[in-house]
């Protein structure tokens, strides 16, 4: 006959196991980049977003509902706060053609607008993310004073991670005058052009 103990214990170690491998897959989640970026080398002569040939262009294409891209305009206030004045600044939130006028309006949305400096436009229908060709929420491209393609990637070390790493530390020396070949880092998002968002385990 099996003894209390032993059930108890096989119990325990069945929670264990459990627990263990749930913590292995969101690791693995928040580790997994999003597509990465297909970007032109140089700006392209087709969008219409304006470009600022005084100061380089740091654009961000940002999924209203994305959870994993708070991290994303958390950093970008914080690299804005170093450089303040180097750069010019652009947020454009996905917005489906068909959807009603506040749906990208989010929180998230909010805290873009807040940030000194930036200005927060409706990509509609996601047409200049194609144009530049991102495909993952928190897609960041830095183009120079001579629309040259200097930075494309991410300014997170995960979804929803916040703190240093590399894209945000390149694109702060690329603003100081460091030069060097086109750096790219992975993006962690959602799909930046879905009415949906897997940002969840």
């Known amino acids: 006959m099996i003894s209390g103990t032993t059930i108890r ?74 450089k303040e004045g180097k750069v010019n600044a652009q947020v454009w939130f996905y917005q489906p053609e068909d959807f009603t006028a506040d749906w990208s309006y ?35 491209y830095l183009y120079g004073t001579d629309g040259r393609l200097l930075f494309k990637g991410g300014i997170t070390s995960g979804r929803g991670h916040e703190g240093e790493n590399e894209g945000e530390e390149t694109i702060a020396r690329l603003l100081t005058g460091t030069r060097f070949d086109l750096r790219t880092t992975p993006v962690y998002g959602c799909s930046l052009l879905s009415c949906e968002v897997t940002g969840k385990p």
């Open 106 to 140: 989010s929180d998230l949305w909010k805290t873009a607008a807040a940030i000194p400096g930036v200005s927060v436009m409706k990509d509609m229908g996601g047409r200049e993310a194609l144009r530049f060709g991102a495909q993952t929420s928190g897609t960041v």
């Open 9 to 82: 214990g096989a119990i325990c170690l069945a929670w264990l196991l459990l627990v263990g491998a749930g913590f292995a897959f969101v690791l693995n989640y928040e580790k997994t980049p999003g597509q990465s970026a297909q970007a032109p080398g140089f700006w392209p002569n087709e969008s219409a977003i304006r470009r600022d040939s005084s100061r380089p262009e740091l654009i961000v294409f940002a999924h209203p509902q994305c959870p994993c891209t708070r991290a994303t305009i958390e950093e970008l206030n914080r690299l804005l706060a170093r």
